[in-house]
Protein backbone atom coordinates (compact mmCIF):
# COMPACT_ATOMS: atom_id res chain seq x y z
CA UNK A 1 0.00 0.00 0.00
CA UNK A 2 0.92 3.38 -0.85
CA UNK A 3 0.54 5.43 2.72
CA UNK A 4 1.25 9.18 1.84
CA UNK A 5 0.68 10.95 4.94
CA UNK A 6 4.24 11.74 6.37
CA UNK A 7 6.29 14.63 6.24
CA UNK A 8 7.96 12.66 3.27
CA UNK A 9 4.30 13.38 1.20
CA UNK A 10 4.84 17.34 2.20
CA UNK A 11 8.20 17.81 1.13
CA UNK A 12 7.05 16.09 -2.20
CA UNK A 13 4.05 17.80 -2.60
CA UNK A 14 6.06 21.41 -1.72
CA UNK A 15 8.65 20.20 -4.53
CA UNK A 16 5.62 19.34 -7.11
CA UNK A 17 4.19 22.57 -6.21
CA UNK A 18 7.21 24.16 -7.15
CA UNK A 19 8.26 22.48 -10.17
CA UNK A 20 5.02 21.57 -11.42
CA UNK A 21 6.84 18.26 -12.10
CA UNK A 22 5.56 14.94 -11.94
CA UNK A 23 5.21 13.57 -8.26
CA UNK A 24 8.24 10.81 -7.84
CA UNK A 25 11.56 11.25 -5.56
CA UNK A 26 14.11 11.49 -7.70
CA UNK A 27 16.56 8.93 -6.48
CA UNK A 28 19.18 8.91 -9.15
CA UNK A 29 20.78 11.48 -7.65
CA UNK A 30 22.11 9.75 -4.53
CA UNK A 31 21.69 11.14 -0.92
CA UNK A 32 22.12 15.63 -0.79
CA UNK A 33 25.75 16.66 0.31
CA UNK A 34 24.09 17.80 3.82
CA UNK A 35 22.63 13.98 4.13
CA UNK A 36 24.39 11.76 6.51
CA UNK A 37 26.23 8.60 4.95
CA UNK A 38 23.91 5.90 4.15
CA UNK A 39 23.47 2.90 5.99
CA UNK A 40 24.88 -0.51 4.28
CA UNK A 41 21.95 -2.25 4.51
CA UNK A 42 19.69 0.12 3.72
CA UNK A 43 18.06 0.05 0.17
CA UNK A 44 17.19 3.10 -1.85
CA UNK A 45 20.21 6.34 -2.62
CA UNK A 46 17.93 9.17 -1.35
CA UNK A 47 17.80 10.68 2.34
CA UNK A 48 15.88 8.33 4.29
CA UNK A 49 15.08 11.17 7.22
CA UNK A 50 10.94 10.07 6.43
CA UNK A 51 10.59 6.71 4.48
CA UNK A 52 13.72 5.06 5.78
CA UNK A 53 11.93 2.29 7.28
CA UNK A 54 8.98 2.32 5.11
CA UNK A 55 11.08 1.55 1.94
CA UNK A 56 12.72 -1.28 3.55
CA UNK A 57 10.25 -2.98 5.09
CA UNK A 58 7.97 -2.76 1.39
CA UNK A 59 11.53 -3.95 -0.39
CA UNK A 60 12.03 -6.58 1.92
CA UNK A 61 8.19 -7.53 1.97
CA UNK A 62 8.44 -7.91 -1.64
CA UNK A 63 11.74 -9.88 -2.13
CA UNK A 64 10.02 -12.38 -0.14
CA UNK A 65 6.50 -12.47 -1.96
CA UNK A 66 8.98 -13.41 -5.09
CA UNK A 67 11.12 -16.21 -3.10
CA UNK A 68 14.32 -14.20 -2.63
CA UNK A 69 16.01 -13.92 0.39
CA UNK A 70 17.07 -10.74 1.77
CA UNK A 71 20.65 -9.76 2.85
CA UNK A 72 20.93 -10.66 6.14
CA UNK A 73 22.50 -7.18 6.84
CA UNK A 74 19.25 -5.07 5.27
CA UNK A 75 17.26 -7.13 7.89
CA UNK A 76 19.90 -6.78 10.89
CA UNK A 77 19.28 -2.45 9.51
CA UNK A 78 15.56 -2.77 9.65
CA UNK A 79 15.28 -4.47 13.27
CA UNK A 80 17.99 -2.29 14.82
CA UNK A 81 15.62 0.88 14.09
CA UNK A 82 13.36 -0.33 16.54
CA UNK A 83 13.01 1.48 19.65
CA UNK A 84 12.72 0.15 23.11
CA UNK A 85 9.20 -0.02 23.59
CA UNK A 86 8.59 -1.58 20.15
CA UNK A 87 7.86 1.04 18.30
CA UNK A 88 9.46 2.26 15.11
CA UNK A 89 10.48 5.74 13.24
CA UNK A 90 10.90 6.36 9.68
CA UNK A 91 14.48 6.90 10.30
CA UNK A 92 17.31 6.63 13.07
CA UNK A 93 20.53 7.96 12.57
CA UNK A 94 22.16 6.62 15.40
CA UNK A 95 20.31 3.33 16.20
CA UNK A 96 22.60 2.76 19.20
CA UNK A 97 21.17 5.69 20.89
CA UNK A 98 18.23 5.75 22.78
CA UNK A 99 14.86 6.93 21.70
CA UNK A 100 13.44 9.93 22.79
CA UNK A 101 10.64 12.32 23.53
CA UNK A 102 11.83 14.61 20.18
CA UNK A 103 11.50 11.06 17.92
CA UNK A 104 8.42 11.02 16.04
CA UNK A 105 7.62 7.24 15.90
CA UNK A 106 4.56 6.59 13.80
CA UNK A 107 2.10 3.39 13.50
CA UNK A 108 2.81 3.50 9.88
CA UNK A 109 6.57 2.71 9.59
CA UNK A 110 6.10 0.13 12.93
CA UNK A 111 3.43 -1.73 11.25
CA UNK A 112 5.02 -2.01 7.74
CA UNK A 113 8.13 -3.04 9.49
CA UNK A 114 5.63 -6.16 11.33
CA UNK A 115 4.35 -7.10 8.04
CA UNK A 116 8.27 -7.77 6.34
CA UNK A 117 9.33 -9.59 9.07
CA UNK A 118 6.33 -11.45 10.14
CA UNK A 119 6.81 -12.81 6.69
CA UNK A 120 10.60 -13.19 6.34
CA UNK A 121 10.14 -15.26 10.24
CA UNK A 122 11.87 -15.53 12.80
CA UNK A 123 11.62 -11.92 14.42
CA UNK A 124 8.50 -12.68 17.20
CA UNK A 125 10.21 -10.61 19.71
CA UNK A 126 10.67 -7.63 17.56
CA UNK A 127 7.41 -7.91 15.42
CA UNK A 128 5.75 -9.00 19.52
CA UNK A 129 6.65 -6.12 20.85
CA UNK A 130 5.88 -3.86 17.49
CA UNK A 131 2.68 -5.14 17.90
CA UNK A 132 2.02 -4.30 21.61
CA UNK A 133 3.43 -1.35 21.20
CA UNK A 134 0.65 -0.35 18.24
CA UNK A 135 -2.28 -1.58 20.97
CA UNK A 136 -1.15 0.66 23.27
CA UNK A 137 -2.11 3.29 21.13
CA UNK A 138 -4.76 2.50 19.34
CA UNK A 139 -7.64 5.29 19.42
CA UNK A 140 -11.16 4.52 21.91
CA UNK A 141 -12.56 4.21 18.09
CA UNK A 142 -10.99 1.18 17.44
CA UNK A 143 -8.87 2.86 14.73
CA UNK A 144 -5.31 4.68 14.43
CA UNK A 145 -3.92 8.24 13.37
CA UNK A 146 -0.48 8.21 12.00
CA UNK A 147 1.13 9.51 14.66
CA UNK A 148 0.01 8.40 18.51
CA UNK A 149 -3.21 10.13 19.79
CA UNK A 150 -3.73 11.73 16.05
CA UNK A 151 -7.43 10.94 15.36
CA UNK A 152 -8.18 8.08 13.19
CA UNK A 153 -7.33 7.81 9.47
CA UNK A 154 -8.61 4.86 7.27
CA UNK A 155 -4.81 4.46 5.46
CA UNK A 156 -3.48 4.19 9.16
CA UNK A 157 -5.93 1.58 10.68
CA UNK A 158 -5.64 -0.62 7.10
CA UNK A 159 -1.28 -1.18 7.54
CA UNK A 160 -2.20 -1.88 11.12
CA UNK A 161 -4.99 -4.65 10.32
CA UNK A 162 -2.22 -5.53 8.05
CA UNK A 163 0.22 -5.99 10.49
CA UNK A 164 -2.22 -7.96 13.05
CA UNK A 165 -3.05 -9.91 10.21
CA UNK A 166 0.26 -10.79 9.50
CA UNK A 167 1.44 -12.26 12.95
CA UNK A 168 -1.75 -14.38 13.03
CA UNK A 169 -3.82 -12.26 15.36
CA UNK A 170 -7.52 -11.12 14.32
CA UNK A 171 -8.05 -7.76 13.76
CA UNK A 172 -11.90 -7.66 14.89
CA UNK A 173 -10.67 -8.88 18.21
CA UNK A 174 -8.55 -6.03 19.39
CA UNK A 175 -10.46 -3.72 20.75
CA UNK A 176 -10.58 -0.28 22.39
CA UNK A 177 -13.34 0.87 24.60
CA UNK A 178 -15.85 -1.99 22.64
CA UNK A 179 -14.42 -0.82 19.25
CA UNK A 180 -12.70 -2.73 17.38
CA UNK A 181 -10.09 -1.53 13.84
CA UNK A 182 -13.08 -2.61 11.61
CA UNK A 183 -15.37 -0.50 13.52
CA UNK A 184 -13.46 2.25 12.67
CA UNK A 185 -12.60 1.84 9.24
CA UNK A 186 -16.43 1.23 8.41
CA UNK A 187 -16.53 5.09 9.74
CA UNK A 188 -14.86 5.83 7.09
CA UNK A 189 -16.85 4.14 4.41
CA UNK A 190 -19.33 6.47 1.97
CA UNK A 191 -22.91 5.19 1.14
CA UNK A 192 -23.67 3.60 -2.38
CA UNK A 193 -25.14 6.68 -3.38
CA UNK A 194 -24.44 10.40 -4.61
CA UNK A 195 -20.16 11.11 -5.61
CA UNK A 196 -17.69 8.77 -4.35
CA UNK A 197 -20.14 6.29 -3.95
CA UNK A 198 -18.81 3.17 -2.31
CA UNK A 199 -15.79 4.42 -1.28
CA UNK A 200 -13.64 5.59 1.61
CA UNK A 201 -12.34 8.57 2.81
CA UNK A 202 -9.24 9.12 4.44
CA UNK A 203 -10.96 11.16 7.49
CA UNK A 204 -13.83 13.61 7.72
CA UNK A 205 -13.43 16.92 6.72
CA UNK A 206 -13.69 20.01 9.67
CA UNK A 207 -17.59 19.45 9.08
CA UNK A 208 -17.46 15.81 9.62
CA UNK A 209 -18.13 15.41 5.72
CA UNK A 210 -16.68 12.19 3.66
CA UNK A 211 -14.79 12.73 0.51
CA UNK A 212 -14.10 9.93 -1.65
CA UNK A 213 -10.14 9.62 -1.48
CA UNK A 214 -8.61 6.58 -4.09
CA UNK A 215 -5.78 6.51 -1.78
CA UNK A 216 -7.59 5.20 1.54
CA UNK A 217 -9.96 3.40 -0.75
CA UNK A 218 -7.82 0.92 -1.97
CA UNK A 219 -5.83 0.62 1.62
CA UNK A 220 -9.58 0.02 2.74
CA UNK A 221 -10.13 -2.42 0.71
CA UNK A 222 -7.59 -4.76 1.13
CA UNK A 223 -7.91 -4.46 4.85
CA UNK A 224 -11.36 -4.95 5.31
CA UNK A 225 -10.78 -8.53 4.03
CA UNK A 226 -8.51 -8.86 6.69
CA UNK A 227 -4.69 -8.49 4.37
CA UNK A 228 -1.55 -6.94 4.49
CA UNK A 229 0.12 -5.10 1.65
CA UNK A 230 1.00 -7.93 -0.62
CA UNK A 231 -2.58 -10.34 -0.85
CA UNK A 232 -2.43 -12.92 -3.39
CA UNK A 233 -6.07 -12.09 -6.11
CA UNK A 234 -8.97 -14.08 -4.69
CA UNK A 235 -9.70 -16.80 -6.81
CA UNK A 236 -13.22 -16.59 -6.30
CA UNK A 237 -13.81 -13.33 -8.03
CA UNK A 238 -16.23 -11.69 -6.07
CA UNK A 239 -17.92 -9.30 -7.90
CA UNK A 240 -16.96 -5.52 -7.47
CA UNK A 241 -20.50 -4.50 -6.67
CA UNK A 242 -22.02 -1.38 -4.58
CA UNK A 243 -24.68 -2.86 -2.09
CA UNK A 244 -26.05 0.12 -0.13
CA UNK A 245 -28.68 -2.42 1.17
CA UNK A 246 -28.28 -1.88 4.97
CA UNK A 247 -25.19 -0.72 6.91
CA UNK A 248 -21.89 -2.24 5.40
CA UNK A 249 -19.89 -5.08 7.31
CA UNK A 250 -16.20 -5.35 5.97
CA UNK A 251 -16.42 -7.53 3.37
CA UNK A 252 -19.38 -5.64 1.93
CA UNK A 253 -17.36 -2.23 2.37
CA UNK A 254 -14.29 -4.05 0.09
CA UNK A 255 -16.79 -4.93 -2.43
CA UNK A 256 -18.07 -1.43 -2.68
CA UNK A 257 -14.88 0.27 -2.33
CA UNK A 258 -13.29 -2.04 -5.12
CA UNK A 259 -16.58 -0.98 -6.99
CA UNK A 260 -15.68 2.74 -7.10
CA UNK A 261 -11.94 1.60 -7.67
CA UNK A 262 -13.49 0.04 -10.94
CA UNK A 263 -15.02 2.76 -12.03
CA UNK A 264 -11.96 5.05 -11.19
CA UNK A 265 -9.69 3.22 -13.82
CA UNK A 266 -12.53 2.07 -16.46
CA UNK A 267 -11.27 5.18 -18.77
CA UNK A 268 -7.95 5.24 -18.87
CA UNK A 269 -6.83 2.51 -17.18
CA UNK A 270 -5.02 4.54 -14.23
CA UNK A 271 -5.83 6.75 -11.08
CA UNK A 272 -4.57 11.08 -11.67
CA UNK A 273 -2.99 13.05 -9.42
CA UNK A 274 -4.55 16.62 -8.86
CA UNK A 275 -1.85 18.88 -6.47
CA UNK A 276 -3.21 23.03 -6.82
CA UNK A 277 -0.82 24.80 -8.63
CA UNK A 278 0.78 21.57 -10.95
CA UNK A 279 -0.47 19.94 -13.99
CA UNK A 280 -2.31 16.50 -13.12
CA UNK A 281 -0.50 13.72 -13.33
CA UNK A 282 -1.15 9.70 -13.54
CA UNK A 283 -0.60 8.29 -10.37
CA UNK A 284 1.61 5.09 -10.74
CA UNK A 285 1.41 4.58 -6.94
CA UNK A 286 -1.89 4.74 -6.21
CA UNK A 287 -2.79 3.01 -9.31
CA UNK A 288 -0.50 -0.31 -8.37
CA UNK A 289 -2.77 -0.21 -5.02
CA UNK A 290 -5.87 -0.25 -6.87
CA UNK A 291 -4.28 -3.05 -9.25
CA UNK A 292 -3.99 -4.75 -5.54
CA UNK A 293 -7.53 -4.42 -4.36
CA UNK A 294 -9.30 -4.95 -7.45
CA UNK A 295 -7.03 -8.49 -7.62
CA UNK A 296 -7.66 -8.70 -3.76
CA UNK A 297 -11.44 -8.44 -3.49
CA UNK A 298 -12.62 -9.51 -7.34
CA UNK A 299 -9.74 -11.66 -8.77
CA UNK A 300 -7.05 -10.88 -11.47
CA UNK A 301 -9.30 -10.77 -14.41
CA UNK A 302 -10.96 -7.71 -12.85
CA UNK A 303 -7.64 -5.93 -12.25
CA UNK A 304 -6.11 -6.66 -15.70
CA UNK A 305 -6.58 -2.56 -16.95
CA UNK A 306 -4.83 -0.97 -15.00
CA UNK A 307 -2.16 -3.77 -15.02
CA UNK A 308 -1.47 -3.26 -18.28
CA UNK A 309 -1.03 0.06 -18.84
CA UNK A 310 1.30 -0.02 -15.67
CA UNK A 311 3.33 -2.70 -17.72
CA UNK A 312 3.36 -0.31 -20.46
CA UNK A 313 4.06 3.14 -18.38
CA UNK A 314 5.59 2.73 -15.16
CA UNK A 315 9.14 1.93 -15.72
CA UNK A 316 10.47 5.66 -15.41
CA UNK A 317 8.36 6.27 -12.21
CA UNK A 318 9.35 3.28 -10.64
CA UNK A 319 13.25 3.74 -11.73
CA UNK A 320 12.70 7.41 -10.46
CA UNK A 321 11.27 6.59 -7.01
CA UNK A 322 13.16 3.62 -5.88
CA UNK A 323 12.90 0.11 -4.02
CA UNK A 324 9.05 1.20 -2.20
CA UNK A 325 7.76 1.61 -6.38
CA UNK A 326 9.70 -1.31 -7.03
CA UNK A 327 7.95 -3.69 -4.20
CA UNK A 328 4.52 -1.56 -5.06
CA UNK A 329 4.84 -2.79 -8.67
CA UNK A 330 6.19 -6.27 -7.70
CA UNK A 331 2.83 -6.73 -5.37
CA UNK A 332 0.43 -5.22 -8.34
CA UNK A 333 2.20 -8.11 -10.60
CA UNK A 334 1.76 -10.98 -8.14
CA UNK A 335 -1.68 -10.22 -7.34
CA UNK A 336 -2.83 -9.70 -10.51
CA UNK A 337 -1.42 -12.88 -11.73
CA UNK A 338 1.21 -11.28 -13.93
CA UNK A 339 5.45 -12.14 -13.78
CA UNK A 340 7.23 -9.67 -11.58
CA UNK A 341 10.17 -10.86 -13.57
CA UNK A 342 8.79 -10.06 -16.90
CA UNK A 343 6.83 -6.74 -16.07
CA UNK A 344 6.50 -5.05 -19.68
CA UNK A 345 9.91 -6.57 -20.20
CA UNK A 346 10.94 -5.18 -16.86
CA UNK A 347 12.36 -7.74 -14.25
CA UNK A 348 11.46 -5.86 -10.99
CA UNK A 349 12.43 -7.99 -8.70
CA UNK A 350 16.32 -7.42 -10.20
CA UNK A 351 15.12 -4.10 -10.51
CA UNK A 352 14.48 -4.20 -6.97
CA UNK A 353 17.39 -6.04 -5.81
CA UNK A 354 19.62 -3.08 -7.62
CA UNK A 355 18.71 -0.72 -5.19
CA UNK A 356 20.61 -2.40 -2.13
CA UNK A 357 22.43 -5.34 -0.97
CA UNK A 358 22.79 -8.39 -2.70
CA UNK A 359 20.22 -11.04 -1.56
CA UNK A 360 21.41 -13.85 0.26
CA UNK A 361 19.29 -16.04 -2.38
CA UNK A 362 21.18 -14.42 -5.41
CA UNK A 363 24.83 -15.13 -4.14
CA UNK A 364 23.59 -18.59 -3.20
CA UNK A 365 22.47 -18.69 -7.09
CA UNK A 366 26.60 -17.25 -8.13
CA UNK A 367 27.33 -20.14 -6.23
CA UNK A 368 25.33 -22.96 -7.80
CA UNK A 369 25.94 -21.58 -11.15
CA UNK A 370 29.67 -22.09 -10.47
CA UNK A 371 29.33 -25.80 -9.29
CA UNK A 372 27.49 -26.19 -12.14
CA UNK A 373 29.91 -25.63 -14.35
CA UNK A 374 32.66 -27.91 -12.40
CA UNK A 375 30.15 -30.71 -12.60
CA UNK A 376 29.98 -30.42 -16.86
CA UNK A 377 33.38 -30.18 -17.22
CA UNK A 378 33.29 -33.62 -14.60
CA UNK A 379 30.79 -35.02 -16.75
CA UNK A 380 33.00 -38.54 -17.66
CA UNK A 381 33.06 -39.42 -14.45
CA UNK A 382 32.28 -43.25 -14.00
CA UNK A 383 29.88 -41.98 -10.91
CA UNK A 384 27.64 -40.22 -13.30
CA UNK A 385 24.66 -38.00 -12.63
CA UNK A 386 22.49 -40.26 -10.72
CA UNK A 387 25.34 -40.89 -7.42
CA UNK A 388 25.63 -36.82 -7.34
CA UNK A 389 22.03 -36.70 -6.56
CA UNK A 390 21.91 -38.99 -4.22
CA UNK A 391 24.81 -37.10 -2.75
CA UNK A 392 22.60 -34.46 -2.54
CA UNK A 393 19.12 -35.60 -1.72
CA UNK A 394 21.58 -37.05 1.64
CA UNK A 395 23.19 -33.10 2.05
CA UNK A 396 19.37 -31.81 1.82
CA UNK A 397 17.88 -34.38 4.58
CA UNK A 398 20.67 -32.71 7.01
CA UNK A 399 19.32 -29.17 5.93
CA UNK A 400 15.63 -29.71 6.32
CA UNK A 401 16.23 -30.81 9.78
CA UNK A 402 18.06 -27.15 10.35
CA UNK A 403 15.39 -25.67 8.47
CA UNK A 404 12.37 -27.23 10.15
CA UNK A 405 13.67 -25.78 13.42
CA UNK A 406 12.71 -22.35 12.77
CA UNK A 407 9.67 -20.73 13.32
CA UNK A 408 8.08 -19.45 10.13
CA UNK A 409 5.83 -17.30 9.32
CA UNK A 410 3.60 -16.94 6.11
CA UNK A 411 2.25 -14.10 4.86
CA UNK A 412 -1.16 -13.84 3.13
Not at 28 to 50: F, I, M, R, V
Not at 134 to 144: E, I, P, R, T, Y
Not at 363 to 372: C, F, H, N, P
Request: charged content about 20%; hydrophobic content about 40%.
Amino acid sequence: MNFRRSAAALAAAVAVIGSAAPAVADTSAGPSPSSPALPAGLYGTTDPQYDGVWRQSLALLAQHTVDVRPAAKAVDWLTGQQCADGSFAPFRAEPGKACDAKLMVDTNSTAAAVQALAALGGHDTVTGKAVSWLKSVQNKDGGWGYTPGGPSDTNSTSVVIGALAAVGQKPESVVKDGKSPYDALLTFALPCSGDGAGAFAYQPDKKGELAANADATAAAVVAALGQGMAPKGNAKGAEARCDGAGKPGPDRAAANGASYLAQAVAKDGHLTSSLPGATDQPDFGNTADTVVALAAQSGPAQAQKPLKWLEKNSEAWAKQSGPAAYAQLVFAARAAGADPRDFGGVDLVERLNATGPAPQAAAEKDTEDSAKSEDSAKSDSPFGVWWTVGVFLVAGVGIGFLLSGRKKQGQS
